[in-house]
């Protein structure tokens, strides 16, 4: 993020920016068991390779994990948008004499639509690819 001096405004916004840290580092731990999860699958049926990253299919019984996964990535989409608010607030008090509060607000507000958009996106695309599945079978 940014530099931003120690000082009222940042004693506000400490404790809540810690929390979703913590949280952040909690949903990337999922998401690193999914798809660890996925790949283990995929090696075991034959179909990819030790050194594989990524996964290109999209298997049916990858939705299971998938959904388990989605609220908790969600509830985290919208704590950036709260972030975002209340540096919004904050940087509209009487006493906020930093620029780094409302820059901050700004970057919690970019990561929030980038992050919530494309998710969105990704499950649109992945039930439309299984909708097209069943259509052909």
Same mark, same amino acid.
Request: net charge positive; charged share 15%.
């Given at each position: 993020? /940014? ?10 916004? @400490?404790?809540?920016? %810690?929390?979703?840290?913590?949280? $952040?580092?909690?949903?990337?731990? +999922? ?7 996925? /790949?283990? !699958?995929? @090696?075991?049926?034959?179909? @990819?390779?030790?050194?594989? +990253? ?26 950036? %948008?709260?972030?975002?608010?209340? /540096? ?22 970019? /990561?929030? +639509? ?6 969105? @996106?990704?499950?649109?695309?992945? $039930?439309?690819? !299984? ?7």
């Amino acid at each position: 993020m /940014l530099t931003w001096p120690d000082s009222k405004m940042y004693q506000l916004f @400490r404790n809540q920016f %810690l929390s979703f840290s913590m949280y $952040q580092s909690f949903v990337q731990f +999922l998401q690193y068991y999914y798809q660890s999860g996925c /790949l283990y !699958r995929l @090696r075991a049926l034959g179909e @990819r390779h030790n050194m594989d +990253l990524t996964v290109e299919g999209f298997q049916s019984w990858m939705w299971r994990g998938l959904t388990f996964l989605l609220p908790f990535l969600f509830f985290g989409h919208f704590w950036q %948008l709260y972030n975002a608010i209340t /540096l919004f607030k904050l940087s509209d008090h009487p006493e906020c004499k930093e620029w780094q509060v409302s820059m901050c607000g700004i970057t919690f507000l970019i /990561l929030f +639509l980038g992050n919530f958009l494309t998710t969105v @996106r990704v499950i649109y695309q992945k $039930q439309k690819q !299984r909708e097209n599945k069943n259509k052909q079978l």
